[in-house]
């Protein structure tokens, strides 16, 4: 099915199914521990070797040896495979370097071998057998002295790394209120809690690969290309996925490694990627350094408005594009972005949920609070009043839906926004209090997907896609959409996902995945209704499904009846058009954050947290909230305490474990409110809906930093906001 025009009514609008906050079918397994994940599957494997990781010991420079003798020796040991003993590897599409490092390393605890034993124990202890001889060579690890060595970047999918609209520079010099501020955000890691991991299994020429990935199909392709096979001679199966945030998007060396280790050892192997593998073998999200400039009337009004961000990665990587929002979100006839590139030593950067937006907004939204402030205006009303209905570099392409200023005026109300003093006048006890706003922006995408579809004789229906669900709900969606589309209970829906195998998804990334994934089975269910029809002897234009019957002009049969003689199969997905590129689609809402310092230490406490979001149709109003207060929860984070510390004489992250890499707990976050406008968007799919999983972390470390301003006066623009950097300049208290 293509999707050229607006959608029109469909039987997804009727939302019986669609759109109730249903429980995730999935759920009893997790709970009960029934769902196997990738690193557990004892119900496909039967006694796996296993395979232990040993990471590179420089960021830069190569091996002069390995020497291996001692581990092949050792007890339980079946096999040691290196880059001299794997035979020629090949690099996929979306790997900047190599999954199994030698001679050349690229980055600090670059995988250089596995050594696979009959057991954990046995692997890791022979693993500290290896001796290795390095030649190391001086790398670059701190981005912030790189600044005059960085360089712009190549076009990416089209679009140049730069923009430019009206004079800039004519009218930032000209305006009567301008602000020039720097802002810096550190390097993060996904820090999911089930850690990178696969088992591999050969059939001759054949491997089967369980494993924990967000991205299926291109999982399969690099891994097909890493070893030289067919893709066809590939098969990736992930069922349930702990987390990934981004960072299980691409391939990565835990399950190429057990491909490797097993086909050495002549037997099943997994492979668990170690902790501090987890943070330095993998992606992260990688610092910046921005500079936002904002020239305005005395009217309040944008007449300038400039960002140039820097970021680091390693040879042939990209930057972190968080000038993204800032080329769409708020009206200005002269505008300016600017996109830098270093080249770093460090640890492959990558996509970590929200790119781009997510770090973008970190800067930009304090920059609008300053702005605001420089203006004598509320925060709020200063938002609203730079609002614009068309996209501000091409005026000509509207918004498809943008209810951003509505979003603002519920928080507003329903936060108490009204209550909000000048910064240090509210005092709760010890406790300076205060409020902070900020906007949440990301862009709409969708990817083709696919599906194939079942019905038994027993009115059963099957759906099958290689679509992943990444604890977000998508078994729940996708058997929702399927039960609106058939007019059959949830209950009678079967869903299997994560299978290469399977009709190829658009997978779980970028806030792309439950829209599209079941706007591809939106498209096979249709295909499915014409097929019953037919069989059913009845007009596929006429034929109206509910409550199990197909019926038309004035015939009704029991779907439980159709496919008595054999099960009817079909297969179908969505092609998008160009409705992105005639219309700007994107989700918005308002982030408002009060917050509690402490006066005498800097300690901050979040008091509560409300979310207005305008985001399409929400699929599932449970799983959706469930994604925004977690998206919500890691905004706080990135506020307040996560930073990779990277050491910056050696390559690599610190504090490469989660006693050291500190994330919110259930106790650092309190009450969260989350509100969902009633929409639908017609130009982004035949779902009428848009992504809301990234939406939700857009703006929150602006909106935590804004409160932290109100409540004390003290302006942090370095994240994240520690108490060390409150202290020397917290105001006397009496």
């Known amino acids: 099915m293509k999707f050229n025009e607006p959608a029109g009514a469909n039987p997804i609008d009727r939302q019986k199914v669609i759109g109730k906050p249903f429980d995730r079918i999935e759920g009893p397994l997790k709970v009960t521990g029934r769902a196997p994940y990738a690193y557990e599957r004892h119900d496909a494997v039967e006694n796996p070797a296993v395979g232990f990781v040993v990471g590179a010991g420089i960021a830069k420079g190569r091996i002069k040896s390995i020497d291996v003798t001692a581990a092949r020796k050792a007890p339980g040991v079946l096999a040691v495979v290196t880059a001299e003993t794997a035979g020629k590897l090949g690099l996929g599409k979306y790997n900047i370097a190599k999954l199994l490092g030698g001679p050349e390393i690229d980055h600090y605890h670059q995988a250089i071998a596995v050594v696979v034993a009959e057991s954990f124990e046995q692997a890791r202890a022979a693993a500290g057998l290896l001796r290795v001889d390095y030649a190391a060579e001086k790398g670059v690890f701190d981005l912030r002295g790189t600044k005059d060595t960085s360089v712009k970047p190549k076009p990416s999918g089209g679009d140049e790394p730069d923009s430019a609209k009206g004079d800039f520079a004519g009218a930032f010099e000209a305006a009567a209120v301008k602000l020039d501020e720097t802002y810096t955000t550190p390097d993060h890691a996904h820090a999911m809690m089930e850690p990178h991991a696969s088992m591999a299994s050969w059939d001759g020429n054949k491997v089967t690969v369980w494993t924990s990935n967000q991205m299926i199909d291109w999982g399969v392709s690099d891994l097909a290309k890493t070893l030289g096979l067919p893709k066809e001679n590939v098969r990736l199966v992930s069922p349930y996925v702990g987390g990934g945030f981004g960072g299980k998007l691409f391939l990565r060396a835990d399950a190429v490694l057990a491909a490797l280790g097993a086909k050495a050892a002549g037997r099943p192997v997994k492979v668990a990627l170690p902790r501090p593998l987890v943070f330095n073998n993998t992606t992260h999200r990688p610092a910046t350094v921005q500079r936002v400039r904002i020239g305005a009337g005395r009217d309040g009004k944008i007449t300038a408005i400039g960002h140039e961000t820097w970021s680091g990665n390693l040879p042939n990587g990209k930057p972190e594009n968080a000038i993204d929002q800032t080329r769409l979100l708020y009206a200005g006839a002269n505008r300016m972005t600017a996109t830098r590139l270093a080249l770093l030593n460090l640890p492959e950067g990558n996509a970590m949920r929200a ?92 990817m083709k997907s696919a599906a194939r579809a079942r019905l038994a004789a027993d009115g059963r229906i099957t759906v099958e896609t290689d679509m992943t669900d990444i604890g977000t709900g998508t078994y729940t969606i996708i058997a929702q959409t399927t039960a609106e589309m ?236 520690t108490l060390d950097k409150l202290l020397s300049a917290m105001p006397e208290v009496g």
């Not at 205006?377 to 498809?400: A, G, W, Y």
């Not at 009204?418 to 006890?429: F, H, L, M, N, V």
């Not at 009817?568 to 969505?574: A, F, N, P, R």
């Not at 050491?647 to 610190?654: A, I, L, M, P, Y």
């Open 355 to 446: 790119p781009g937006e997510a770090p973008g907004l970190m800067a930009l939204e304090i920059a609008m609070d300053e702005m605001a402030g420089k203006l004598g205006m509320d925060p709020v009303e200063f938002r609203i009043l730079n609002d614009t209905q068309v996209d501000p570099e091409n005026p000509e392409r509207k918004f498809s839906q943008r209810r951003l200023s509505e979003c603002f005026r519920i928080g507003s109300g329903r936060f108490g926004w009204s209550a909000r003093k000048q910064p240090g006048e509210t005092r709760d006890g010890r406790w300076l209090v205060g409020m902070g706003v900020a906007t949440a922006f990301r862009g709409n995408l969708v």
């Open 486 to 721: 058939l007019g059959v209970p949830l209950t009678q829906i079967d869903v299997k996902l994560g299978d290469s195998a399977f009709p190829v998804s658009a997978g779980s990334g970028g806030q792309w995945g439950a829209n599209s994934a079941t706007s591809g089975v939106y498209a096979c269910c249709v295909k499915l209704r014409e097929a019953i029809a037919r069989q059913a002897g009845l007009d596929p234009l006429k034929a109206d499904f509910a409550d199990g019957q197909v019926t038309a002009d004035g015939k009704s049969v029991a779907l439980a009846g159709v496919a008595n003689a054999r099960d009817i199969v079909v297969e179908d997905g969505i092609e998008f058009g160009d409705l992105d590129k005639r219309y700007a689609q994107s989700t918005f809402g308002a982030h408002f954050v009060e917050i509690g310092v402490d006066h005498a230490t800097g300690e901050s406490r979040i008091r509560r947290m409300l979310a207005v979001c305008a985001a399409g149709r929400i699929l599932n109003p449970k799983s959706a909230r469930s994604q925004v207060i977690g998206a919500m929860t890691m905004g706080a984070g990135a506020a307040l305490m996560e930073e990779l510390a990277v050491d910056k004489e050696r390559g690599f992250f610190v504090n490469h474990d989660l006693a050291g890499y500190e994330v919110p707990v259930h106790a650092d976050i309190p009450h969260q409110e989350v509100v969902f406008l009633d929409e639908t968007d017609p130009y982004s799919s035949p779902m009428k809906a848009k992504g809301v999983g990234e939406l939700g972390i857009c703006g929150v470390a602006a909106a935590v930093a804004n409160a932290i301003y109100n409540a004390t006066g003290v302006r942090v623009r370095d994240y994240p906001i």
